[in-house]
């Protein structure tokens, strides 16, 4: 699970885990990667931060990955053709300044890259559909944007 590094918590997350964690809904390890939310669990590792290559070696052994809805944490996954199931923070809740995670989160699941819900709550169901979701493969625009210069340079 990754909770990025947004100085705001985002426990609504957490507590969703660790329910299903505590009722063996899920019985496999969970890591966090919890930033600044602080969170005691029995039930899940906690990690605040972690380096690149860690969070990297982290996201090849999921089977899933859980994040709250930044690009980066999205992306990542992504490109790692991982189900992702992102969860926005959201302003109301006092986990973020405003609400634009519920755009990125909409976007990426409009276009299959993620399984997006809007609240902790649909978690499960979110999981389970997670069995049988292969994401759309992402395609980085950058070499549609670099064709876009070189035929600008080469025309003017």
């Not at 919890?34 to 982290?58: C, Q, R, V, Y």
């Not at 405003?98 to 990125?104: A, G, S, T, Y």
């Not at 890259?113 to 902790?120: C, K, L, Y």
Request: proline share 4%; no cysteine.
């Amino acid at each position: 699970m990754v909770l990025g590094t947004h100085e705001l918590p985002f426990k609504r997350l957490l507590t969703k885990m660790e329910q299903l964690r505590q009722s063996e809904t899920i019985t496999e390890e969970v890591v966090v990667q919890a930033g600044h939310t602080e969170f005691a669990s029995e039930h899940m590792k906690m990690i605040p931060f972690m380096s690149f290559e860690k969070m990297n070696e982290l996201y090849d052994r999921a089977r899933v990955i859980v994040a709250h809805g930044g690009t980066g944490s999205i992306i990542t996954g992504v490109k790692k053709n991982k189900p992702v199931i992102a969860v926005p923070r959201l302003a109301e809740f006092g986990e973020h300044n405003d609400n634009h995670q519920l755009e990125i989160v909409e976007q990426f699941r409009e276009t299959g890259h993620i399984i997006g819900i809007d609240s902790p709550e649909k978690l499960d169901q979110a999981l389970q559909q997670a069995e049988t979701f292969r994401p759309v493969p992402f395609q980085s625009g950058r070499d549609q944007i670099m064709q876009l210069i070189e035929d600008f340079i080469d025309h003017s």
